[in-house]
């Protein structure tokens, strides 16, 4: 229900793989997927920079994205990009005729209560 698109900003060549990665998505995802674009590695100075922000906020506002620029390392932006996701999918899931969102989404999850999913749980043995 949500794809994170993450590219390092001090590699050219990750930034460029996201046109790939939208084909793919647009060819296999369901069209109403929620797609975040993340630029990680903020943290790094302007001098190991590749990937400006207003090209990345570009990218992000032709494909209608959602866009992050978090640091992993320092954790910076990583609790929004998440909660962003969250948010969106719990909204989508509430607001949706069926309840469920649309599309095959669950692969064998089980409907907890409006909105929420739980993966089936394992058996044991004893």
Request: aromatic residues 4%; contains cysteine.
């Amino acid at each position: 229900m949500g794809i994170l698109l993450v590219y390092d900003v001090s590699d050219e060549s990750s930034f460029n793989n996201i046109k790939n990665w939208m084909k793919n998505i647009e060819q296999h995802a369901s069209e109403n997927v929620i797609k975040v674009l993340v630029g990680n590695k903020s943290d790094l100075g302007e001098g190991r920079r590749a990937v400006p922000t207003a090209r990345a906020q570009a990218l992000a506002d032709e494909h209608k994205m959602l866009f992050f620029e978090a640091s992993a390392k320092s954790g910076t932006n990583v609790e929004n990009v998440f909660g962003s996701v969250a948010r969106d999918i719990v909204a989508r899931l509430r607001d949706a005729p069926d309840g469920g969102g649309g599309g095959s989404g669950g692969g064998g999850s089980l409907r907890i209560g409006q909105g929420q999913r739980r993966p089936p749980q394992k058996e044991s043995c004893c």
